[in-house]
Every structure is written in structure tokens, then in C-alpha cells.
């Protein structure tokens, strides 16, 4: 893992001074580690969510891609941005979904009533969330960093203290702080 996360950053680094090829070749590194992150978040979902692991996986790729001229630290960085990539990509998902079940564009058929129901509400859970969480980022940042990280990235919590250069203890305390902050605002 170690000489891995040496070449995921060198491939960044190498990506960010213009040579596109490095992106293959960093894609092809992480490719597992994002499906992986991409699956977790495809668990958290409904059962008949229209967007399958891969799809997610190949957006990702797609916006990520854009985004040669970023610096990158490292490993770290780069899937902490790939979380946020993917939350965004989930978010924007659900946000058409409700808009189109609510009248806004042309209705899918669905076979059972109670289905329809159940996505609808799933749907502005994770809208719900994602604004909470927007909210939490404006008096907080930090801790939106660690919810984002942790939840939506899958780190650890040594992982999620590399990353932002704070302390375990920290990121434990202000993680419990978000979730409670969180659950209050969904939940309200």
C-alpha cells in the first residue's frame, strides 16, 4: 500500500503538470478503491436506484478528469475529491428523480405504488442530508470535512487525521459533534 499510494501520487503530480496519460494510468491504480467507495455509497441507496455502482464509478471518472489542473497532495486528496465527486453526482441523481416524480419531467411507470413511495422519500433523504450538510460546512467547516470524508469517503478515523493534519481525538470528537448536528437537522 505504501509503494502504492508513492505512485498514486506520482501519477498525480504527473497528471497535474499536463501529461493526460498519467490519468489512465492513476485510473487504472485506483479503479478498485473507487469502486469500492462508489459501492459503499450504492448500499446506502434504495434497492431499484437507476444509477448501478459502475455508472457512478464512470461519472466520477468523467469529472475527475476535468480537473487536470488541480494540485493534488496525495492519495488522500484525491479520494476525499472523489467522495465529494460522488456525493455530488448522487445528490444531483436524486434531486432529477424528485423533480420528475413530482411533475417536473416525464414519469416513469412503476409497478408498485409503494415502490414509487419509498424513492420518493429516499430521494430527499439524501437531498435532505446534502443541504444539512451545506449548512454544517457554513458554521463548520471542518467538521463537514470529516462527515465527508468518513461517511461519504469511507476513511478511517487515523485516515481522515492524516488528511486534515488534526489529531485522532479531533476528528472522534468533532465526527460525533457533526452527526449529532446532522441527525437534529434531518430530523427537525
Known amino acids: ?43 446506502r441507496e ?15 471518472y468523467l469529472k475527475l478528469v476535468s480537473r487536470s489542473s488541480a494540485t493534488w497532495r496525495n ?13 455530488h453526482i448522487l445528490v444531483d441523481h436524486a434531486r432529477a428523480r424528485a423533480t420528475a416524480r413530482r411533475g417536473g419531467g416525464e414519469m416513469e411507470r412503476v409497478a408498485l405504488d409503494e415502490a414509487a413511495i419509498i424513492s420518493v422519500e429516499r ?10 450538510l451545506k449548512e454544517l460546512a457554513r458554521l463548520d467547516w ?7 470524508l ?9 485516515e481522515t487525521a492524516e488528511f486534515l493534519e488534526i489529531s485522532p481525538d479531533n476528528v472522534s470528537r468533532d465526527w460525533n459533534s457533526a452527526k449529532a448536528f446532522l441527525y437534529q437537522r434531518i430530523n427537525s
Open 123 to 132: 430521494a430527499s433523504e439524501l437531498v435532505a442530508l446534502d443541504e444539512a
Open 142 to 148: 471542518r467538521q463537514a470535512q470529516i462527515v465527508e
Open 1 to 43: 500500500m505504501v509503494e502504492s499510494s508513492k505512485d498514486i501520487t506520482g501519477l498525480l503530480n504527473e497528471w497535474s503538470g499536463g501529461k493526460q496519460a498519467s490519468f489512465d494510468n492513476l485510473f487504472a491504480l485506483v479503479y478498485d478503491e473507487l469502486r469500492m467507495m462508489a459501492s459503499g455509497y450504492m448500499r
Open 46 to 60: 434504495r434497492v431499484d436506484h437507476t444509477l448501478q455502482t459502475t455508472a457512478l464509478v464512470n461519472e466520477a
Open 75 to 87: 492519495r488522500l486528496h484525491f479520494f476525499a475529491i472523489a467522495a465529494t465527486v460522488m456525493r
Open 150 to 158: 468518513r461517511y461519504f469517503g469511507g476513511l478511517t478515523l487515523k
